[in-house]
């Protein structure tokens, strides 16, 4: 992917609103958020994040995420939704829930993963 | 929304695919159906419809849903996935629950209804 395609996707324009995660200088990670769906659902929120695999562990994915909700809360959203958080990805899924998140259910088999092969994907939700 | 908005949005390049349902000349409803996700996500289908008011009960819906699970099952879809039903359309919800699809989950309050006010979106999945 060009560094061009990757902004065209990961930087939405108004309302949508994407951070960097600096420390000295160098970015460890990314976080995107949005109304979830246009229209009627546009009351939910959603977001990704991305975090360097040097970082791992150092709470960058924490720090955006509370960012994003504060983001959402801020704007007056009633919720925030992720509509496709990988199962085996329990690092991930235990920063959501930490932070409010609940599991509202799993599509099963709908990731194809690198390694592991189909796994399920979680919706989550935190009220707001 | 004019009718080229209309068509931006409903009508996808393929894999994606838009059909009419049709009778003695007169379009009754629409389907359009694709991936519902890129890359690894990308071998569960999505499939979004609308049925036209004056033709309603007919079974124009459970014939384009049909006609979309069969699309997916050729293209070798493992699923089909809807993101969005709402929870008090309950004709659209028992269509699909009688052609294979179950309640996944369902976010609270995710639909502003214009008559019911915030009511929940159901995500539902069929294997396929």
Redo the contacts between chains.
Sequence with gaps: MTAEQARDIWVEAPPGHAVVAIEDGRIYGTAKMGP??PG??S??STASFMVAGEARGKGVGTALCRYALDWAREHGY??M?F??VVETNVTAVEIYKRLGFT????????????VQG?VG?H?M?C?L
């Design positions: 979830n769906k009627p659902g009351h939910i009633a919720g939704q509509n496709a599991v509202i259910g799993t599509v099963p088999g709908a990731f194809e993963h690198p189909r994907l919706i939700f009220p």
